[in-house]
């Protein structure tokens, strides 16, 4: 009877390692695939993308204010009825054609510094579009980063009620032998009865969470919601040293290298700068602008009906002309438009240097209690590691004194229970370890996702 019973559990045990092991072979993707395809398919990078490429077309813009622009038109006009005869200088009843031609060229000399301006501040806003772009990309894989984990820990926890409840299966196997020969009582059956019906809805229950974490994930990911994601699972199984990052380093590095390099910190910063540029450039409409334009012209002039006058050409020639000139505008009054532009630029610049300041301080407290749960969930990992090799041994010679009479259901049962409790303390600290040293990482100017 004890070789049947080893039987069935150890058969049971493979089929639960067995399932995981297929799952396994199959392609399964890390969690820097997943970042990096999540990445790749985000609206909201896109989106950036597009917003970069405009902020370089402002810039474009920008620049074009120091060339000359350069205009060209024709005119043709019929006239009927009485009218000037520019022979003769007085009004007549003739029917008339005319026919201008003109191209002119004006460029804004100085408009109160505010073509330099426009430039410098067209440049921070690129410079401030790249960044953006660059904490979407960030943000993306951070939310996708732990959307992963969070599934990788309901594949663990789904693990782990799939094997208590092939033990409980087992448990309750050889209650029902032993009840058949005297061994247990009714009591004992029952228990084990109602031990395996709680396990089997907690695997169920873990299962839906499991789901729900896959679900949000692929969300994160933009991917196919029909389409099978199978997880890497390795860091399940491996000890938390082999994952241990050894290098610590100071908070204060740390922190000096995120506000070097922090894409969030550096928008804030190059928004700043754009306000700046926009307080001196709100100047123009309080100060002087100056302007230079030139132009060439010729006329046609015809009286219908008339064949006496000179031919096309010949007036195309005789009637070309030729003009250059300079024009000065000074605002006198604006309804204090001009005054009201300056100060309200001034104070946007005075919110953005505050929202940079503010800015810093949230990164440095980031940026620090990333460095000390880095520290602190490896400490628990550890430990709990320890835990759950105690606990698994307790339980593994309750289990054994049950079966030879000696220890209750009860006693099984909280021992599973306390075994169960601990690995999932342990999955949590080992998961959550690993993603604060990518965070530590990434905040020391390293790239979120490793090639």
Same mark, same amino acid.
């Given at each position: 009877?004890?070789?049947?019973?080893?039987?069935?559990?150890?058969?049971?045990?493979?089929?639960? /390692?067995?399932?995981?092991?297929?799952?396994?072979?199959?392609?399964?993707?890390?969690?820097?695939?997943?970042?990096?395809?999540?990445?790749?398919?985000?609206?909201?990078?896109?989106?950036?993308?597009?917003?970069?490429?405009?902020?370089?077309?402002?810039?474009?813009?920008?620049?074009?204010?120091?060339? #000359?622009?350069?205009?060209?038109?024709?005119?043709?006009?019929?006239?009927?009825?009485?009218?000037?005869?520019?022979?003769?200088?007085?009004?007549?009843?003739?029917?008339?054609?005319?026919?201008?031609?003109?191209?002119?060229?004006?460029?804004?000399?100085?408009?109160?510094?505010?073509?330099?301006?426009?430039?410098?501040?067209?440049?921070?806003?690129?410079?401030?579009?790249?960044?953006?772009?660059?904490?979407?990309?960030?943000?993306?894989?951070?939310?996708?980063?732990?959307?992963?984990?969070?599934?990788?820990?309901?594949?663990?926890?789904?693990?782990?009620?799939?094997?208590?409840?092939?033990?409980?299966?087992?448990?309750?196997?050889?209650?029902?032998?032993?009840?058949?020969?005297?061994?247990?009582?009714?009591?004992?059956?029952?228990?084990?009865?109602?031990?395996?019906?709680?396990?089997?809805?907690?695997?169920?229950?873990?299962?839906?969470?499991?789901?729900?974490?896959?679900?949000?994930?692929?969300?994160?990911?933009?991917? #196919?919601?029909?389409?099978?994601?199978?997880?890497?699972?390795?860091?399940?199984?491996?000890?938390?040293?082999?994952?241990?990052?050894?290098?610590?380093?100071?908070?204060?590095?740390?922190?000096?290298?995120?506000?070097?390099?922090? #894409?969030?910190?550096?928008?804030?910063?190059?928004?700043?700068?754009?306000?700046?540029?926009?307080?001196?450039?709100?100047?123009?409409?309080?100060? #002087?602008?100056?302007?230079?334009?030139?132009?060439? /012209?010729?006329?046609?002039?015809?009286?219908?009906?008339?064949?006496?006058?000179?031919?096309?050409?010949?007036?195309?020639?005789?009637?070309?002309?030729?003009?250059?000139?300079?024009?000065?505008?000074?605002?006198?009054?604006?309804?204090?438009?001009?005054?009201?532009?300056?100060?309200?630029?001034? /104070?946007?610049?005075?919110?953005?240097?505050?929202?940079?300041?503010?800015?810093?301080?949230?990164?440095?407290?980031?940026?620090?209690?990333?460095?000390?749960?880095?520290?602190?969930?490896?400490?628990?990992?550890?430990?709990?590691?320890?835990?759950?090799?105690?606990?698994?041994?307790?339980?593994?010679?309750?289990?054994?004194?049950?079966?030879?009479?000696?220890?209750?259901?009860?006693?099984?049962?909280?021992?599973?229970?306390?075994?169960?409790?601990?690995?999932?303390?342990?999955?949590?600290?080992?998961?959550?370890?690993?993603?604060?040293?990518?965070?530590?990482?990434?905040?020391?100017? /390293?790239?979120?996702?490793?090639?």
């Amino acid at each position: 009877m004890k070789k049947t019973i080893k039987t069935v559990a150890l058969a049971t045990l493979i089929t639960v /390692n067995c399932q995981w092991s297929m799952v396994n072979a199959q392609e399964a993707w890390s969690v820097d695939q997943c970042m990096a395809y999540a990445v790749a398919h985000n609206h909201q990078v896109h989106q950036k993308e597009l917003e970069v490429k405009n902020n370089q077309m402002d810039k474009l813009s920008a620049i074009g204010n120091f060339i #000359p622009s350069v205009d060209g038109g024709v005119s043709a006009r019929y006239g009927f009825g009485r009218g000037i005869d520019p022979e003769t200088n007085v009004y007549d009843n003739i029917s008339t054609f005319h026919n201008n031609y003109f191209i002119e060229a004006s460029m804004l000399i100085f408009q109160g510094g505010s073509l330099v301006n426009q430039v410098r501040k067209a440049q921070a806003n690129v410079k401030m579009g790249k960044v953006a772009l660059q904490e979407a990309q960030d943000n993306t894989a951070l939310d996708t980063f732990q959307a992963y984990i969070q599934a990788l820990y309901c594949m663990g926890t789904v693990r782990m009620a799939k094997q208590k409840l092939a033990e409980s299966d087992s448990l309750l196997y050889k209650a029902r032998l032993q009840e058949e020969i005297g061994m247990k009582g009714m009591a004992d059956v029952a228990q084990m009865e109602a031990q395996q019906a709680t396990d089997a809805y907690n695997y169920t229950h873990q299962q839906h969470l499991f789901e729900t974490a896959m679900l949000t994930l692929k969300q994160k990911m933009n991917y #196919p919601m029909e389409d099978e994601l199978l997880l890497d699972s390795t860091l399940l199984d491996s000890p938390v040293m082999e994952q241990a990052n050894l290098d610590l380093v100071e908070k204060e590095q740390v922190v000096n290298l995120a506000l070097a390099g922090n #894409p969030t910190l550096q928008k804030s910063l190059f928004k700043a700068q754009a306000q700046k540029m926009e307080s001196r450039g709100a100047w123009s409409e309080v100060l #002087p602008s100056i302007s230079l334009y030139a132009g060439l /012209n010729t006329s046609y002039y015809k009286q219908l009906h008339v064949d006496t006058y000179p031919s096309f050409k010949n007036q195309f020639k005789d009637n070309y002309g030729s003009y250059i000139g300079i024009s000065l505008s000074v605002p006198i009054f604006s309804q204090f438009k001009g005054v009201s532009s300056v100060r309200k630029a001034r /104070n946007s610049y005075r919110i953005a240097k505050e929202q940079y300041e503010e800015q810093k301080l949230e990164l440095r407290k980031l940026v620090e209690q990333a460095v000390m749960d880095r520290e602190g969930y490896l400490r628990e990992s550890i430990q709990m590691e320890k835990k759950v090799a105690s606990d698994q041994l307790a339980y593994q010679v309750t289990k054994r004194k049950y079966e030879e009479g000696l220890m209750t259901s009860l006693d099984v049962q909280h021992n599973a229970a306390t075994w169960l409790e601990s690995q999932a303390s342990l999955l949590q600290s080992k998961l959550t370890y690993f993603l604060k040293c990518r965070l530590v990482e990434y905040y020391k100017g /390293n790239d979120i996702i490793q090639q």
